[in-house]
Structure formats: structure tokens, C-alpha cells
Nanobody
Framework: QVRLVESGGGSVQAGSSLRLSCKAS????????MGWYRQAPEKQRELVAN???????NYVDPVKGRFTISRDNVRRTLSLQMNSLKPEDTGKYFC?????????WGQGTQVTVSS
């Protein structure tokens, strides 16, 4: 059974930092591309960043230079270090992987950034 469990969200002021974590089970974590998505109120879920099995990373333009995605294959954990947070970063952040022909999602963790 695939399970993705996020943690680390919170309510912070603009300019602050947060670190999100996602603990994975039920997949061969080291070979899966893993990603972070976010969903702002009344908006569609969108990709924030992803990291492939070889460690290659991809970021959407609004977070480049501020967010860092990383993975620990031993601990089966995906992380997202978010610095210089902005109000527009507010949303629910989801961990994602594609495994055996389908997407898997965690339950999400809320990030709220106030100005």
C-alpha cells in the first residue's frame, strides 16, 4: 500500500522559512521521481518542484532561488526547504509520485504566509 505523509506546514510571516517533509512507504522510493505540488484557495493544484531518481531537480519559475527540493533515499523522505516565503506561496502542499500507472498523493500540509 502506497502511503505519502506530509508534515512541516504552518503559519508564518513573509520572509520566513519552512521545511516540509514527506515520508513515503509502499514504493521503491529510490527509483521514483517525487514532487511537491500546491493548491491555493479556489485554484488548481500546480507543480512546485520535482526531483528524479538521479537527483535532477526542476522548479517552477516563481520559486526558483527560494525553494530547494531534496530526497533522502535511506530515510525514504522527500523534503522542501522554503525560504523567503511570500503571501502568494500560501496553499496546501502535497507530496506526489507516479507509481504503477497512477498518481499518488499525500493528505497535504497547509502553508499560510501573511504579509
Amino acid at each position: 500500500q502506497v502511503r505519502l505523509v506530509e508534515s512541516g506546514g504552518g503559519s508564518v510571516q513573509a520572509g520566513s522559512s519552512l521545511r516540509l517533509s514527506c515520508k513515503a512507504s509502499g514504493i521503491n522510493f529510490s527509483i521514483n521521481t517525487m514532487g511537491w505540488y500546491r493548491q491555493a484557495p479556489e485554484k488548481q493544484r500546480e507543480l512546485v518542484a520535482n526531483i528524479s531518481s538521479d537527483g535532477s531537480t526542476n522548479y517552477v519559475d516563481p520559486v526558483k532561488g527560494r525553494f530547494t527540493i531534496s530526497r533522502d533515499n535511506v530515510r525514504r523522505t522527500l523534503s522542501l526547504q522554503m525560504n523567503s516565503l511570500k503571501p502568494e506561496d500560501t496553499g496546501k502542499y502535497f507530496c506526489n509520485t507516479y507509481f504503477r500507472d497512477r498518481d499518488y498523493w499525500g493528505q497535504g500540509t497547509q502553508v499560510t504566509v501573511s504579509s
